[in-house]
């Protein structure tokens, strides 16, 4: 596998789901991990979850959608591993199953605020110590399949993941030349809790994704957080501002 011997990983939303995945596999392949997230309990665990299998990890919780509260998750971060390296920005919510003309303002105040707010506040600050130290850094920032194309019923969801794409695009091309790559994981439909609330809403619809999708299954959180760790990696070394579909194919139809 991949070593991450020696490097500082941070990774926001990791309380669950596809950012715990991805924690647990920095934390495998030896990175001092920085578990990020509003969920108290839920990161706890998954730091506690790295240290049982032999790994460094410090949790820190952290609304990504307040400017403070971000700027002292970096501040932590530097102050107890020296320097950050890596930073995987996977905080997101998923609300709606609506046509856009139903949905209402506070659901896009809310789905905007943690997928678009919550990701540029952590690249401005990532950014800002990764330009300070020595070696730069590399960022991947989770958008969507519904950040390559439209995904009906999530208007929204789609428009936030779409602005997630435009921005990693951007700071790609804005400091590349700093030694800093930054790309996104777009997942398909990839089985965790996120996706277990939305079946819950629609039953017999999981076997009708399942046949939908050119490999036949959905896709677990161990693929995306494979795909974040590669990005993360010294073999991903020439490429930045990308958009990297895990999916089963499905962008692909
Ligand atoms: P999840 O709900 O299982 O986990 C998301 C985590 O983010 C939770 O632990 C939650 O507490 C945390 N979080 C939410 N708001 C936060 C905030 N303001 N500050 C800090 N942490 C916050 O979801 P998941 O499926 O693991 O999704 C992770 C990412 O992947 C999201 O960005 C989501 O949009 C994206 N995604 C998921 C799928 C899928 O099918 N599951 C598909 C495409 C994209």
């Given at each position: 596998g991949i070593s991450f011997a020696g490097k500082v990983v941070l990774v926001t939303?990791?309380?669950?789901g596809i950012g715990r995945a991805a924690a647990l596999a920095f934390g495998r392949a030896g990175a001092c991990v920085v578990v990020a997230d509003t969920s108290v309990d839920g990161g706890h665990a998954t730091a506690a979850m790295i240290v049982e299998a032999g790994g460094k990890a410090l949790f820190v919780a952290c609304n990504v959608t307040r400017d403070a509260e971000v700027e002292a998750l970096i501040d932590k971060t530097v102050s107890y591993y020296g320097r950050l390296d890596c930073a995987f920005n996977n905080a997101g919510i998923e609300e709606e199953y609506l046509p856009l003309a139903e949905a209402d303002e506070a659901l896009y105040d809310r789905i905007m605020s943690v997928n678009v707010k919550g990701t540029w506040l952590c690249m401005k600050y990532e950014i800002r110590q990764m330009l300070k130290q020595e070696g730069g850094g590399v960022i991947v920032n989770t958008a969507s399949v519904a950040g390559l194309v439209g995904a009906p019923t999530q208007a929204i969801y789609a428009a936030s993941k779409h602005a997630v794409v435009g921005m990693t695009k951007t700071a790609a091309v804005e400091y590349g030349r700093a030694g800093i790559r930054i790309n996104s994981v777009c997942p398909g439909l990839i089985d965790t809790p996120l996706l277990a609330r939305a079946l819950k809403r629609e039953p017999g619809r999981e076997q009708k994704l399942k046949d939908a999708n050119p490999i036949g299954r959905l896709g677990q959180a161990g693929d995306i957080a494979d795909a974040a760790m590669w990005l993360c990696?010294?073999?991903?070394?020439?490429?930045?501002?990308h958009q990297l579909a895990v999916d089963g194919g499905l962008s692909a139809i």
């Open positions: 939303g990791a309380a669950g990696s010294s073999h991903a070394a020439f490429i930045t501002g």
